[in-house]
Protein backbone atom coordinates (compact mmCIF):
# COMPACT_ATOMS: atom_id res chain seq x y z
CA UNK A 1 0.00 0.00 0.00
CA UNK A 2 1.39 3.26 -1.28
CA UNK A 3 1.41 6.64 1.05
CA UNK A 4 -0.06 9.86 -0.63
CA UNK A 5 3.44 11.10 -0.92
CA UNK A 6 4.79 8.28 -3.40
CA UNK A 7 1.44 8.22 -5.41
CA UNK A 8 2.19 12.23 -6.71
CA UNK A 9 5.98 11.22 -6.67
CA UNK A 10 5.48 10.84 -10.67
CA UNK A 11 4.90 15.48 -10.70
CA UNK A 12 8.78 15.12 -10.01
CA UNK A 13 10.37 17.96 -7.64
CA UNK A 14 10.55 21.52 -8.39
CA UNK A 15 8.95 22.13 -11.66
CA UNK A 16 6.71 25.00 -13.28
CA UNK A 17 3.80 24.13 -10.60
CA UNK A 18 5.53 23.60 -7.33
CA UNK A 19 7.37 27.17 -7.75
CA UNK A 20 3.98 28.92 -8.37
CA UNK A 21 2.57 27.15 -5.46
CA UNK A 22 5.59 28.47 -3.26
CA UNK A 23 5.59 32.29 -4.29
CA UNK A 24 1.91 32.64 -4.59
CA UNK A 25 1.87 30.76 -1.13
CA UNK A 26 4.66 33.03 0.38
CA UNK A 27 3.72 36.49 -0.65
CA UNK A 28 0.35 35.87 1.21
CA UNK A 29 1.63 35.51 4.60
CA UNK A 30 3.53 38.83 3.86
CA UNK A 31 1.11 41.28 5.85
CA UNK A 32 1.08 38.65 8.98
CA UNK A 33 4.76 40.03 8.93
CA UNK A 34 3.19 43.20 10.45
CA UNK A 35 -0.50 42.94 11.46
CA UNK A 36 0.67 41.45 14.46
CA UNK A 37 3.73 44.13 15.69
CA UNK A 38 2.27 47.06 13.57
CA UNK A 39 0.46 48.60 17.57
CA UNK A 40 4.25 48.92 18.38
CA UNK A 41 4.59 52.51 16.20
CA UNK A 42 0.27 52.77 15.55
CA UNK A 43 0.12 53.07 19.64
CA UNK A 44 3.22 54.27 20.42
CA UNK A 45 3.14 57.19 23.01
CA UNK A 46 5.25 60.45 22.21
CA UNK A 47 6.53 62.11 24.76
CA UNK A 48 3.82 64.45 26.35
CA UNK A 49 2.58 67.10 29.16
CA UNK A 50 -0.21 68.60 30.14
CA UNK A 51 -1.95 71.38 28.07
CA UNK A 52 -1.16 74.70 29.26
CA UNK A 53 -3.60 77.82 29.25
CA UNK A 54 -5.72 75.67 26.92
CA UNK A 55 -2.82 76.13 24.29
CA UNK A 56 -0.68 73.51 22.54
CA UNK A 57 2.45 75.68 21.82
CA UNK A 58 4.67 75.61 24.40
CA UNK A 59 7.69 74.04 24.24
CA UNK A 60 9.10 71.11 25.37
CA UNK A 61 12.34 72.89 26.68
CA UNK A 62 10.46 75.62 28.13
CA UNK A 63 8.93 74.24 30.64
CA UNK A 64 9.42 76.20 33.73
CA UNK A 65 7.40 76.29 37.22
CA UNK A 66 4.47 75.24 34.82
CA UNK A 67 4.80 71.86 35.40
CA UNK A 68 6.01 69.65 38.75
CA UNK A 69 8.52 67.35 38.81
CA UNK A 70 8.86 64.10 38.90
CA UNK A 71 11.06 61.16 39.92
CA UNK A 72 11.68 58.29 37.55
CA UNK A 73 14.01 55.74 37.06
CA UNK A 74 16.37 58.18 39.10
CA UNK A 75 15.68 61.11 36.19
CA UNK A 76 14.08 64.13 37.29
CA UNK A 77 11.47 64.42 34.50
CA UNK A 78 8.43 67.19 34.32
CA UNK A 79 4.71 65.22 35.08
CA UNK A 80 3.03 64.23 32.44
CA UNK A 81 -0.14 63.94 33.80
CA UNK A 82 -0.61 66.81 36.34
CA UNK A 83 0.03 70.66 36.07
CA UNK A 84 0.29 73.35 38.51
CA UNK A 85 -3.25 74.41 38.97
CA UNK A 86 -4.13 77.70 37.24
CA UNK A 87 -5.72 80.34 39.57
CA UNK A 88 -7.78 83.40 37.70
CA UNK A 89 -5.87 86.27 39.04
CA UNK A 90 -2.64 84.48 40.56
CA UNK A 91 -1.82 82.30 37.42
CA UNK A 92 0.04 79.14 38.15
CA UNK A 93 -0.50 78.04 41.74
CA UNK A 94 3.49 76.90 42.45
CA UNK A 95 2.38 74.09 45.12
CA UNK A 96 -1.70 72.66 44.02
CA UNK A 97 -1.32 70.25 41.17
CA UNK A 98 -4.52 69.28 39.27
CA UNK A 99 -5.26 66.79 36.63
CA UNK A 100 -4.53 67.79 32.61
CA UNK A 101 -8.24 69.09 32.57
CA UNK A 102 -7.36 70.98 29.50
CA UNK A 103 -5.94 67.66 27.52
CA UNK A 104 -2.09 67.12 26.40
CA UNK A 105 0.36 68.60 24.16
CA UNK A 106 2.14 66.12 22.56
CA UNK A 107 5.66 66.03 20.67
CA UNK A 108 5.81 65.38 17.09
CA UNK A 109 9.08 64.54 16.82
CA UNK A 110 8.84 60.79 16.38
CA UNK A 111 5.48 61.07 15.05
CA UNK A 112 2.81 63.52 13.26
CA UNK A 113 0.24 61.19 15.03
CA UNK A 114 -0.59 57.99 16.70
CA UNK A 115 -3.98 56.22 18.02
CA UNK A 116 -2.58 57.18 21.92
CA UNK A 117 -2.19 61.10 20.40
CA UNK A 118 -5.69 60.66 18.41
CA UNK A 119 -7.57 59.73 21.63
CA UNK A 120 -5.41 60.69 24.51
CA UNK A 121 -4.93 57.21 25.51
CA UNK A 122 -2.29 58.50 28.16
CA UNK A 123 -2.11 58.64 32.00
CA UNK A 124 -5.63 57.25 33.69
CA UNK A 125 -6.22 55.97 29.97
CA UNK A 126 -2.89 54.20 28.93
CA UNK A 127 -4.06 50.67 29.45
CA UNK A 128 -5.60 51.08 26.21
CA UNK A 129 -2.39 51.04 24.33
CA UNK A 130 -1.54 47.78 25.16
CA UNK A 131 -4.61 45.99 25.36
CA UNK A 132 -5.38 47.15 21.64
CA UNK A 133 -2.97 44.56 21.01
CA UNK A 134 -4.16 42.65 23.06
CA UNK A 135 -8.09 42.47 20.92
CA UNK A 136 -5.90 41.87 18.21
CA UNK A 137 -5.02 38.37 19.47
CA UNK A 138 -8.24 38.17 20.88
CA UNK A 139 -9.09 37.84 17.56
CA UNK A 140 -6.45 35.50 16.61
CA UNK A 141 -7.57 33.09 19.51
CA UNK A 142 -11.15 33.02 18.00
CA UNK A 143 -9.57 32.65 14.76
CA UNK A 144 -7.53 29.73 15.44
CA UNK A 145 -10.76 28.19 16.97
CA UNK A 146 -12.76 28.48 14.21
CA UNK A 147 -10.25 28.53 11.08
CA UNK A 148 -8.95 24.94 11.63
CA UNK A 149 -12.30 23.24 12.16
CA UNK A 150 -13.86 25.04 8.71
CA UNK A 151 -10.85 24.40 6.80
CA UNK A 152 -10.80 20.86 7.42
CA UNK A 153 -14.95 20.88 6.96
CA UNK A 154 -15.00 23.02 3.91
CA UNK A 155 -11.45 23.12 2.22
CA UNK A 156 -8.30 24.97 2.74
CA UNK A 157 -8.70 27.37 -0.03
CA UNK A 158 -11.85 29.05 0.50
CA UNK A 159 -11.10 29.09 4.68
CA UNK A 160 -7.86 31.24 3.67
CA UNK A 161 -9.19 33.71 0.95
CA UNK A 162 -12.63 34.61 3.00
CA UNK A 163 -9.63 35.44 5.89
CA UNK A 164 -7.95 37.10 3.53
CA UNK A 165 -11.00 39.40 2.45
CA UNK A 166 -11.98 40.26 6.24
CA UNK A 167 -8.46 41.02 7.32
CA UNK A 168 -8.46 44.07 3.76
CA UNK A 169 -11.90 45.09 4.69
CA UNK A 170 -11.36 45.41 9.06
CA UNK A 171 -7.70 47.21 8.04
CA UNK A 172 -9.62 49.62 5.70
CA UNK A 173 -12.72 50.79 7.97
CA UNK A 174 -10.14 51.07 10.49
CA UNK A 175 -9.12 53.87 8.54
CA UNK A 176 -12.64 55.81 9.59
CA UNK A 177 -13.12 54.97 13.04
CA UNK A 178 -14.41 57.87 14.97
CA UNK A 179 -13.20 56.04 18.22
CA UNK A 180 -10.85 54.17 20.12
CA UNK A 181 -13.70 51.57 21.07
CA UNK A 182 -14.82 51.36 16.91
CA UNK A 183 -11.09 51.18 15.76
CA UNK A 184 -10.26 48.13 18.91
CA UNK A 185 -13.47 45.91 17.45
CA UNK A 186 -12.30 46.25 14.10
CA UNK A 187 -8.85 45.27 15.14
CA UNK A 188 -10.43 41.90 16.73
CA UNK A 189 -11.71 40.89 12.98
CA UNK A 190 -7.69 41.73 11.55
CA UNK A 191 -6.59 39.58 14.24
CA UNK A 192 -8.92 37.07 13.30
CA UNK A 193 -8.41 37.00 9.64
CA UNK A 194 -5.03 37.50 9.64
CA UNK A 195 -3.74 33.83 11.84
CA UNK A 196 -6.95 32.29 9.73
CA UNK A 197 -5.31 33.27 6.78
CA UNK A 198 -1.46 32.01 8.05
CA UNK A 199 -2.60 29.03 9.07
CA UNK A 200 -4.22 27.80 6.03
CA UNK A 201 -1.92 28.92 3.53
CA UNK A 202 1.22 26.92 6.00
CA UNK A 203 -1.22 23.80 5.74
CA UNK A 204 -2.30 24.26 2.13
CA UNK A 205 1.52 24.64 1.52
CA UNK A 206 2.39 21.52 3.35
CA UNK A 207 -0.10 19.68 1.70
CA UNK A 208 0.29 20.82 -1.79
CA UNK A 209 3.86 20.20 -1.77
CA UNK A 210 6.05 16.74 -2.28
CA UNK A 211 8.19 16.04 0.64
CA UNK A 212 11.06 17.79 -0.54
CA UNK A 213 9.94 21.03 -1.13
CA UNK A 214 7.65 21.60 2.11
CA UNK A 215 10.93 22.06 4.20
CA UNK A 216 11.89 25.14 1.85
CA UNK A 217 8.48 26.47 1.84
CA UNK A 218 8.35 26.17 5.60
CA UNK A 219 10.76 27.92 6.72
CA UNK A 220 12.68 29.99 3.13
CA UNK A 221 9.17 30.41 1.81
CA UNK A 222 6.62 31.20 4.20
CA UNK A 223 8.98 32.23 7.21
CA UNK A 224 11.59 34.87 5.08
CA UNK A 225 8.33 36.00 3.70
CA UNK A 226 6.60 36.58 7.14
CA UNK A 227 9.92 37.99 7.98
CA UNK A 228 9.95 40.57 4.94
CA UNK A 229 6.36 41.85 6.38
CA UNK A 230 8.17 42.45 9.44
CA UNK A 231 11.03 44.54 8.00
CA UNK A 232 8.63 46.65 6.12
CA UNK A 233 7.16 47.69 9.33
CA UNK A 234 9.87 50.29 10.36
CA UNK A 235 10.68 51.32 7.50
CA UNK A 236 7.50 52.52 6.80
CA UNK A 237 6.55 53.76 9.94
CA UNK A 238 10.08 55.62 9.90
CA UNK A 239 9.14 57.01 6.58
CA UNK A 240 5.40 57.69 7.55
CA UNK A 241 4.91 59.91 10.72
CA UNK A 242 0.45 59.38 10.58
CA UNK A 243 -0.82 56.72 12.05
CA UNK A 244 -4.10 56.60 9.38
CA UNK A 245 -1.72 56.91 6.13
CA UNK A 246 0.50 54.01 7.71
CA UNK A 247 -1.89 51.65 8.01
CA UNK A 248 -3.89 52.86 4.75
CA UNK A 249 -0.15 51.98 3.29
CA UNK A 250 -0.01 48.26 5.25
CA UNK A 251 -3.61 47.41 3.87
CA UNK A 252 -3.79 48.88 0.43
CA UNK A 253 -1.47 46.51 -0.92
CA UNK A 254 -3.53 43.24 0.33
CA UNK A 255 -6.15 43.84 -2.49
CA UNK A 256 -3.22 42.37 -4.70
CA UNK A 257 -4.03 39.06 -3.98
CA UNK A 258 -7.01 38.68 -5.60
CA UNK A 259 -5.66 37.24 -8.71
CA UNK A 260 -4.57 34.68 -6.41
CA UNK A 261 -7.91 32.47 -6.11
CA UNK A 262 -7.17 31.24 -9.85
CA UNK A 263 -3.82 30.39 -9.23
CA UNK A 264 -3.77 28.52 -5.96
CA UNK A 265 -6.04 24.95 -6.10
CA UNK A 266 -7.49 23.15 -3.19
CA UNK A 267 -5.63 20.80 -1.13
CA UNK A 268 -5.56 17.48 -3.52
CA UNK A 269 -5.05 15.77 -0.32
CA UNK A 270 -7.65 17.44 1.50
CA UNK A 271 -10.10 16.26 -1.22
CA UNK A 272 -8.78 12.80 -1.29
CA UNK A 273 -9.43 12.05 3.06
CA UNK A 274 -12.72 13.60 1.83
CA UNK A 275 -13.56 11.08 -0.68
CA UNK A 276 -13.34 13.14 -4.16
CA UNK A 277 -10.96 11.39 -5.97
CA UNK A 278 -11.82 12.89 -9.24
CA UNK A 279 -11.61 16.16 -8.11
CA UNK A 280 -8.14 15.79 -6.95
CA UNK A 281 -6.94 13.81 -10.06
CA UNK A 282 -8.10 16.89 -11.92
CA UNK A 283 -5.99 19.04 -9.94
CA UNK A 284 -3.18 16.89 -10.18
CA UNK A 285 -3.46 16.10 -14.15
CA UNK A 286 -3.33 20.26 -14.10
CA UNK A 287 -0.12 20.35 -12.69
CA UNK A 288 1.83 17.40 -14.41
CA UNK A 289 0.64 19.63 -17.70
CA UNK A 290 2.57 22.83 -16.21
CA UNK A 291 5.53 20.35 -14.92
CA UNK A 292 5.85 19.45 -18.72
CA UNK A 293 4.11 15.45 -18.08
CA UNK A 294 1.41 14.80 -20.48
CA UNK A 295 0.40 11.68 -20.30
CA UNK A 296 -1.47 10.86 -17.08
CA UNK A 297 -3.16 7.76 -16.38
CA UNK A 298 -6.00 6.63 -13.16
CA UNK A 299 -3.74 8.51 -10.08
CA UNK A 300 -5.22 6.58 -7.20
CA UNK A 301 -5.99 3.14 -8.23
CA UNK A 302 -6.71 0.59 -6.01
CA UNK A 303 -3.36 -0.05 -4.58
CA UNK A 304 -3.58 3.83 -3.18
CA UNK A 305 -3.69 4.51 0.72
CA UNK A 306 -7.60 4.16 1.98
CA UNK A 307 -8.89 6.35 4.88
CA UNK A 308 -10.67 4.72 7.65
CA UNK A 309 -13.91 5.76 6.92
CA UNK A 310 -13.93 6.45 11.06
CA UNK A 311 -11.47 9.20 10.38
CA UNK A 312 -13.83 10.68 8.10
CA UNK A 313 -16.42 11.14 10.09
CA UNK A 314 -14.75 12.20 12.83
CA UNK A 315 -13.06 14.97 11.09
CA UNK A 316 -15.91 16.65 10.42
CA UNK A 317 -17.25 17.16 13.92
CA UNK A 318 -15.37 18.68 16.32
CA UNK A 319 -11.85 19.03 18.37
CA UNK A 320 -12.36 15.69 20.36
CA UNK A 321 -10.43 13.96 17.18
CA UNK A 322 -7.33 15.52 18.74
CA UNK A 323 -7.95 13.59 22.02
CA UNK A 324 -9.32 10.34 20.21
CA UNK A 325 -6.87 8.27 20.97
CA UNK A 326 -3.78 7.78 23.53
CA UNK A 327 -1.19 8.82 21.18
CA UNK A 328 -2.30 11.52 19.20
CA UNK A 329 -3.82 12.64 23.02
CA UNK A 330 -0.11 13.02 24.10
CA UNK A 331 0.67 14.63 21.42
CA UNK A 332 -1.10 16.91 21.63
CA UNK A 333 -0.51 17.77 25.40
CA UNK A 334 2.42 18.13 24.75
CA UNK A 335 2.22 20.45 21.69
CA UNK A 336 -0.34 22.83 23.47
CA UNK A 337 2.23 23.82 26.15
CA UNK A 338 5.38 24.20 23.94
CA UNK A 339 3.04 26.49 21.60
CA UNK A 340 1.96 28.79 24.53
CA UNK A 341 5.11 29.10 25.97
CA UNK A 342 6.78 29.91 22.71
CA UNK A 343 4.38 32.70 21.89
CA UNK A 344 5.15 34.40 25.25
CA UNK A 345 8.82 33.91 24.69
CA UNK A 346 8.54 35.28 20.45
CA UNK A 347 5.87 38.19 21.02
CA UNK A 348 6.79 39.21 24.45
CA UNK A 349 10.73 39.84 23.22
CA UNK A 350 9.45 41.23 19.63
CA UNK A 351 6.96 43.58 21.52
CA UNK A 352 9.81 44.97 24.05
CA UNK A 353 12.16 45.67 21.11
CA UNK A 354 11.65 49.43 21.06
CA UNK A 355 11.96 49.75 25.26
CA UNK A 356 15.24 48.74 24.39
CA UNK A 357 18.21 50.98 24.57
CA UNK A 358 18.30 52.30 21.12
CA UNK A 359 16.32 53.92 18.46
CA UNK A 360 13.00 51.90 18.26
CA UNK A 361 13.00 51.96 14.61
CA UNK A 362 16.58 50.42 13.84
CA UNK A 363 15.93 47.86 17.28
CA UNK A 364 12.97 46.61 15.46
CA UNK A 365 14.48 46.95 11.64
CA UNK A 366 17.47 44.54 13.25
CA UNK A 367 15.20 41.94 14.93
CA UNK A 368 13.48 41.47 11.61
CA UNK A 369 16.43 41.38 9.66
CA UNK A 370 17.78 38.64 12.02
CA UNK A 371 14.98 36.49 11.51
CA UNK A 372 15.99 36.29 7.99
CA UNK A 373 19.40 34.82 8.74
CA UNK A 374 17.48 32.55 11.34
CA UNK A 375 15.21 31.07 9.08
CA UNK A 376 17.83 29.88 6.46
CA UNK A 377 19.78 28.43 9.56
CA UNK A 378 16.85 26.25 10.18
CA UNK A 379 16.12 25.19 6.96
CA UNK A 380 19.35 24.12 6.63
CA UNK A 381 18.96 22.37 10.30
CA UNK A 382 15.90 20.68 9.33
CA UNK A 383 17.02 19.33 6.08
CA UNK A 384 19.38 17.19 7.77
CA UNK A 385 18.85 17.19 11.83
CA UNK A 386 15.82 15.24 13.89
CA UNK A 387 13.37 17.45 14.97
CA UNK A 388 13.18 16.91 18.28
CA UNK A 389 16.61 17.57 19.20
CA UNK A 390 17.45 20.80 17.35
CA UNK A 391 13.93 21.93 18.49
CA UNK A 392 15.33 20.78 22.43
CA UNK A 393 18.69 22.35 21.63
CA UNK A 394 17.62 25.95 20.42
CA UNK A 395 15.11 26.83 23.03
CA UNK A 396 17.54 25.71 26.25
CA UNK A 397 19.80 27.90 24.10
CA UNK A 398 17.47 30.92 24.24
CA UNK A 399 16.28 30.19 27.81
CA UNK A 400 19.99 29.92 28.96
CA UNK A 401 21.10 33.47 27.63
CA UNK A 402 17.78 35.38 29.04
CA UNK A 403 18.54 33.66 32.36
CA UNK A 404 22.04 35.12 32.39
CA UNK A 405 20.65 38.68 31.10
CA UNK A 406 19.90 39.51 35.08
CA UNK A 407 23.78 39.17 35.58
CA UNK A 408 24.41 42.20 33.13
CA UNK A 409 25.51 45.36 34.74
CA UNK A 410 22.89 48.14 34.32
CA UNK A 411 25.59 50.24 32.68
CA UNK A 412 25.84 47.57 30.03
CA UNK A 413 22.35 48.32 28.64
CA UNK A 414 24.20 47.62 24.44
CA UNK A 415 24.99 43.56 26.05
CA UNK A 416 21.59 43.50 27.08
CA UNK A 417 20.14 44.36 23.83
CA UNK A 418 22.52 41.79 21.97
CA UNK A 419 21.49 39.08 24.45
CA UNK A 420 17.89 39.93 23.92
CA UNK A 421 18.44 39.64 19.96
CA UNK A 422 20.00 36.25 20.82
CA UNK A 423 17.27 34.77 22.79
CA UNK A 424 14.59 36.39 20.26
CA UNK A 425 16.21 34.35 17.55
CA UNK A 426 16.66 31.03 19.47
CA UNK A 427 13.24 31.11 20.28
CA UNK A 428 12.21 32.17 16.44
CA UNK A 429 13.88 28.96 15.01
CA UNK A 430 12.48 27.56 17.88
CA UNK A 431 8.60 28.59 16.85
CA UNK A 432 9.31 27.95 13.19
CA UNK A 433 10.40 24.42 13.91
CA UNK A 434 7.65 23.83 16.10
CA UNK A 435 4.67 24.67 13.64
CA UNK A 436 6.81 22.27 11.15
CA UNK A 437 6.77 19.43 13.35
CA UNK A 438 3.44 19.96 14.48
CA UNK A 439 1.95 20.04 10.92
CA UNK A 440 4.03 16.70 10.44
CA UNK A 441 2.67 15.07 13.68
CA UNK A 442 -1.20 15.87 12.69
CA UNK A 443 -2.43 13.33 10.06
CA UNK A 444 -4.05 14.89 6.95
CA UNK A 445 -7.67 14.00 8.67
CA UNK A 446 -7.32 16.40 11.16
CA UNK A 447 -3.96 18.18 10.55
CA UNK A 448 -5.45 21.87 10.03
CA UNK A 449 -7.61 21.44 13.06
CA UNK A 450 -4.92 20.36 14.92
CA UNK A 451 -2.57 23.08 13.60
CA UNK A 452 -5.29 25.35 14.64
CA UNK A 453 -5.35 24.20 18.57
CA UNK A 454 -1.96 24.59 19.28
CA UNK A 455 -2.41 28.57 17.92
CA UNK A 456 -5.31 28.39 20.14
CA UNK A 457 -3.51 27.95 23.58
CA UNK A 458 -0.29 30.18 21.87
CA UNK A 459 -3.42 33.27 21.50
CA UNK A 460 -3.99 32.56 25.37
CA UNK A 461 -0.06 33.77 25.44
CA UNK A 462 -0.55 36.57 22.73
CA UNK A 463 -3.25 38.22 24.75
CA UNK A 464 -0.84 39.01 27.68
CA UNK A 465 2.24 39.23 25.87
CA UNK A 466 1.95 43.13 24.77
CA UNK A 467 2.15 43.33 28.80
CA UNK A 468 5.37 41.17 29.02
CA UNK A 469 6.71 44.19 26.36
CA UNK A 470 5.79 46.63 28.24
CA UNK A 471 7.34 45.23 31.16
CA UNK A 472 10.90 45.39 29.92
CA UNK A 473 10.67 49.37 30.74
CA UNK A 474 9.67 49.01 34.46
CA UNK A 475 11.61 45.31 35.56
CA UNK A 476 13.12 43.86 32.28
CA UNK A 477 15.09 41.10 34.69
CA UNK A 478 11.49 39.75 35.97
CA UNK A 479 10.85 39.68 32.18
CA UNK A 480 13.53 37.79 31.43
CA UNK A 481 13.75 35.35 34.53
CA UNK A 482 10.07 34.46 33.43
CA UNK A 483 10.70 33.85 29.67
CA UNK A 484 14.02 32.39 30.17
CA UNK A 485 12.54 29.57 32.81
CA UNK A 486 9.71 28.82 30.42
CA UNK A 487 11.84 28.52 27.71
CA UNK A 488 13.93 25.94 29.62
CA UNK A 489 10.93 24.27 30.13
CA UNK A 490 9.66 24.11 27.09
CA UNK A 491 12.90 22.57 25.76
CA UNK A 492 12.83 19.65 27.87
CA UNK A 493 9.27 18.41 27.16
CA UNK A 494 9.77 18.77 23.72
CA UNK A 495 12.49 15.11 24.19
CA UNK A 496 9.26 13.38 24.49
CA UNK A 497 7.80 14.42 21.03
CA UNK A 498 8.17 11.66 18.42
CA UNK A 499 10.43 12.37 15.43
CA UNK A 500 8.99 13.07 11.91
CA UNK A 501 12.20 13.58 10.09
CA UNK A 502 12.33 11.58 7.03
CA UNK A 503 8.91 10.15 7.83
CA UNK A 504 5.62 10.61 5.44
CA UNK A 505 3.04 12.73 6.39
CA UNK A 506 -0.03 10.22 8.40
CA UNK A 507 -2.88 10.57 6.62
CA UNK A 508 -5.04 8.84 9.74
CA UNK A 509 -5.35 8.95 13.43
CA UNK A 510 -4.01 5.40 14.06
CA UNK A 511 -0.83 6.50 12.02
CA UNK A 512 0.42 8.56 14.87
CA UNK A 513 3.30 7.31 16.51
CA UNK A 514 3.65 7.12 21.09
CA UNK A 515 5.30 9.71 22.46
CA UNK A 516 9.46 8.77 23.19
CA UNK A 517 9.05 8.39 26.94
CA UNK A 518 12.05 8.43 29.67
CA UNK A 519 12.23 5.23 31.16
CA UNK A 520 14.00 2.97 33.43
CA UNK A 521 15.22 5.49 35.24
CA UNK A 522 16.05 4.05 38.92
CA UNK A 523 14.28 0.89 37.27
CA UNK A 524 11.35 3.29 37.40
CA UNK A 525 8.93 3.42 33.74
CA UNK A 526 7.81 7.01 33.86
CA UNK A 527 5.34 6.55 30.68
CA UNK A 528 2.00 4.00 29.82
CA UNK A 529 2.60 1.95 27.05
CA UNK A 530 0.19 3.12 24.27
CA UNK A 531 -2.64 0.72 23.17
CA UNK A 532 -3.23 2.54 20.05
CA UNK A 533 -2.14 -0.26 17.05
CA UNK A 534 -1.03 2.21 15.09
CA UNK A 535 0.99 0.73 11.85
CA UNK A 536 4.52 1.26 11.28
CA UNK A 537 5.96 4.16 8.99
CA UNK A 538 7.92 3.25 6.17
CA UNK A 539 9.28 6.02 4.30
Known amino acids: ?120 LVCDQDWKGPFTTSVFFIGVLFGSIISGQLSDRHGRKPILFGAMAMRSAAGFLQLASQSWEMFCILHFFVGLGDISSYITTFVLGIEILGKSERAAFSTLGICIFYAIGYILLPVLAYLIKDWRMLLLTLTLPQILYIPLWWIIPESPRWLFTQGRKEEAEAILKVAARRNGITHVGAIFDSTCITVDPTDTKKHSQNYLDLIATTNIKNVTVILLLMWLICTIGYYGLSLSTPNLHGDPYVNCFISAASEIVVYVIVWWLIRASPRRIV ?62 ACSIASRISNIISPYFGYMVAHSGVLLFILMGSFMIISGLISLLLPETHNQPLPETIQQIQPIKCPTDIKGINFCTKSHDHAPPQQD
Open 391 to 452: TAILLLLSGSVLLFIQLVPPTLQFVVTILVMIGKSGVTAAFTIIYIYSSELYPTVVRNMGVG
Open 1 to 120: MESYDEVIAFLGEWGYYQWTIFFSLSCIVIPNGYSALSMVFLADTPQHHCRLNNSSNVSFMNLSLQLPMEEIDGQQIYSKCTRYRIDKDAGFNGTAVEHCVDGWVFSTEKYISTIVTQWD
